[in-house]
């Protein structure tokens, strides 16, 4: 069985402050990572996903993420926080060598940008 | 359009009648998801599709929710005897099936119980 933890589930930052959400996942199997973003009223949106390759992972809007096995992490960072960037954020995971390619979510983190 | 599609965007409905919503995948895409968000339960998986068969349906709350989906394409998620505690937003997604394909989500279909 999968499990995605996200520590916090509301971060304010200011603009321009570096952004950093936390997740952690439990899997049995070597897993595959995502982000989401969701705006409000909105469907969710890829930011980035973790398959095995590069650790280091680069989405859209700035963000990244890094997996450290170790860890049992996959936190994700933006250096530089946008107004535009207030949103709730999900984190994800699948099991990656499996044949069952559903997605099992965070409760999600609520980012605040504060002027 | 290109993205996922579902109908209706909202819904509201008394308790104990039956609701059917819709999800249009995108095109070629073999695989189709469902999900819910609800405020006290965030996303829980509801059901999926490889084609037109259902490998995983762990995720239906109860023998009233029931899905299907035909032709490879179009989805159908039916709630009989509605309850306030089915009100949610019911999330549709797709994918090409094979895992660590991004998985792409619909904007929802907002349902209100009354």
């Known amino acids: 069985a999968q499990s995605v933890t996200q520590l916090g589930s509301h971060v304010s930052v200011s603009e321009g402050a570096l952004v950093l959400l936390r997740c952690n996942y439990s899997?049995?199997?070597?897993?595959?990572l995502f982000w989401y973003v969701q705006y409000p009223n909105q469907g969710l949106q890829l930011l980035l996903k973790y398959t095995s390759a590069a650790t280091l992972v680069k989405g859209i809007n700035g963000f990244e993420a890094e997996f450290k096995k170790s860890e049992t992490s996959f936190h994700l960072t933006k250096p530089s926080a946008h107004m535009s960037d207030a949103a709730e954020y999900f984190c994800?995971?699948?099991?990656?060598?499996?044949?069952?390619?559903?997605?099992?979510f965070g409760k999600g983190t609520l980012l605040t940008v504060n002027p | 359009g290109a993205g996922v599609s579902q109908s209706p965007s909202n819904k509201v409905t008394e308790k104990g009648k039956d609701v059917e919503l819709r999800c249009d995948p995108i095109?070629?895409?073999?695989?189709l998801y469902w999900y819910r968000q609800s405020l006290g339960q965030g996303l829980e998986f509801l059901i999926y599709?490889?084609?037109?068969?259902?490998?995983?349906k762990s995720g239906l709350p109860s023998d009233r929710f029931s899905a299907e989906r035909t032709g490879g394409s179009v989805s159908t998620l039916t709630i009989q005897r509605t309850q306030q505690e089915d009100s949610a937003v019911y999330l549709c997604?797709?994918?090409?099936?094979?895992?660590?394909?991004?998985?792409?989500f619909g904007e929802g279909s907002w349902l209100t119980v009354v």
């Open positions: 994800a995971v699948s099991d990656g060598g499996g044949s069952n390619y559903k997605l099992t």
């Open positions: 599709f490889q084609g037109n068969s259902a490998p995983d």
């Open positions: 899997s049995s199997v070597p897993p595959y």
């Open positions: 095109s070629g895409h073999t695989a």
């Open positions: 997604a797709s994918s090409f099936g094979l895992s660590g394909n991004t998985i792409y």
